[in-house]
């Protein structure tokens, strides 16, 4: 939290966090510019996803400025100046969310634990790590930095290291929610993932052809679903929708069960629901639900 009141605020980084806190602080009344190194933001994420929440975020007037080079930043009397490669812009306060990285300053070395590319733990499946009698679970690790994961993984990892269990985690059904307004939201692999090793094919279909959005008047966005070609089984879930965060936990439990479009739409839902847009994205691969009246 600032010391102070601010009218103005640079964000240095366009991932979850500072989108989060970017439409957060424009909402109380702050001019916010949200700096990001990389061309898109969320850069992890579908490309049309990133387009569609710079396109959201620009129309709440938030200024969005990608391919930055921070260069330096300046002390300006109570205020600071970044120094871009694409010229300076003044703020009174800078908030850093470039990212985080796990805290393994442990001297782990001498307890024989080893480290990944990611800097973090290394564990296998079962979250053991290389030494057999040490597990470790949540940011630790340096993978999906997610409260929910990582408080599973703590379940699982007490029970493997007491019980034996051998659970382990589906980390493809693993959903994760950026909390704007309209939420966006995404599990599975995105289409670059899914293209490598097979056939695939993918629908995109408009918040504004779902019913509930309509009624609720937040028709902005989208939902994106990719299926293999062949035994129709979904692949991945990416959306950007009002109450998205809810409606994505139907998509993770359709992965976690390697369900096909076929199963989501012989699955009844109620309607009409933000929940229903799952099941018209299935049903767009085989028919044009622009024509279809609703309960179909």
Known sequence: NPDRKIDSLVIL???????????????????????????LLLPN???????????ILEKEGISVITNVNVKEIKKNGEGKTIVTNKGEIEADEILIATGRSPNTDLNLE??????????????????????????????????????????????IAAENAINNAHKKIDMLSVPQVVFIQPNVAMVGLTESEASKNQKIDTRLIKMSDVPKANILGED????????????RKILGVHLVSENGAEVINEAALAIKMRASIDDIVDTIHVFPTMGESIRLAALSFTNDIKKMSCCI
Request: no cysteine.
């Open 110 to 155: 001498s307890a024989g634990v080893l480290l990944n590319e990611n800097k973090g733990i290394k564990v296998d499946d079962e979250l053991r790590t290389s030494n057999n009698d040490i597990f470790a679970a949540g940011d630790v690790i340096g993978n999906k930095m997610l409260e929910s994961l990582a408080g599973k993984q703590g379940s």
């Open 13 to 39: 980084g366009g991932g979850p966090l500072g989108l989060e806190f970017a439409q957060m602080y424009k909402r109380l009344g702050v001019d916010v510019a949200i700096l990001e190194y990389m061309p």
């Open 220 to 231: 902005e966005g989208f939902i994106k679903m990719i299926i293999n070609k062949e035994d």
């Open 45 to 55: 994420w579908e490309p049309e996803i990133s387009l569609e929440v710079r396109k």
